[in-house]
């Protein structure tokens, strides 16, 4: 039941931006968007998040929509350590839950 | 160094048998969470605690039981009744109560039937 739609993979050539789309069409006017990647066999790291405005950190940035239909995460140049699976995640909390609600990721390939 | 740590790195249950697998942060946050990942999918929820001595079932509960006696540990336990444990167990933590703040995870266990 995830709530956000990426692709499968994608490459990108080290020293460039890598751009990582994301679609989240139901999210809700409370609910914020997270960005984590995971290398194999490790815990997922977290990036950044936001709820509407664009937001940058040290180690990415983040453009939200403004319908907050879809968002953009940016590493603005790829090392080669960047290599790893990438989620767009919304996170669901109500009265009852609280939880990440993940997808299948993007696999980010940086090739030399 | 402030963070997760989750133990032991790999695990191996035999049929019929009770594991335990050990989260400890030292971050002083309030709520935890279990989430379980197969291979090539996402991560699934299976318990989480808000506070000590409370915890709510997530999407995949069965199978498993928790505690939460202290702030910083949260141990899960994968019972006999799970009938396919072999899996990536992550653990994460995060502050509660404060709209947007991230759970940041551990490095996971990984558990497999012998």
């Known amino acids: 039941d995830a709530k956000t739609t990426q692709p499968t993979s994608m490459d990108c050539a080290e020293g460039r931006a890598a751009n990582l789309p994301c679609n989240h069409s139901t999210i809700s006017g409370n609910e914020y968007v997270y960005w984590y990647r995971q290398i194999h066999s490790q815990g997922p790291q977290y990036i950044i998040h936001?709820?509407?405005n664009n937001e940058t950190n040290e180690m990415a940035s983040l453009i939200i929509t403004e319908d907050r239909k879809s968002s953009t995460l940016i590493l603005p140049h790829a090392t080669l350590r960047d290599t790893a699976v990438y989620y767009c995640?919304?996170?669901?909390?109500?009265?009852?839950?609280?939880?990440?609600?993940f997808g299948t990721g993007t696999r980010l390939q940086v090739f030399p | 160094d402030g963070g997760i740590t989750q133990s032991p790195k790999y695990l191996f249950r035999k049929e019929g048998q009770n594991v335990t697998l050990s989260c400890e942060q030292n971050l002083n946050h309030d709520a935890m969470y279990w989430y379980r990942q197969d291979p090539g999918q996402g991560l699934r929820l299976i318990y989480y605690s808000q506070i000590v001595n409370d915890f709510q079932k997530g999407d995949i509960a069965e199978g498993y039981s928790v505690s939460r006696e202290k702030k910083e540990s949260f141990p899960l336990t994968v019972t006999s009744a799970q009938k396919n444990p072999t899996a990536f167990y992550l653990c994460?933590?995060?502050?509660?109560?404060?709209?947007?703040?991230?759970?940041?995870f551990g490095d996971g266990t990984r558990l497999s039937i012998l």
């Open positions: 994460a933590s995060s502050w509660a109560g404060l709209p947007g703040q991230p759970q940041h």
């Open positions: 936001g709820l509407k």
């Open positions: 995640i919304v996170r669901l909390r109500s009265y009852n839950t609280d939880k990440l609600i």
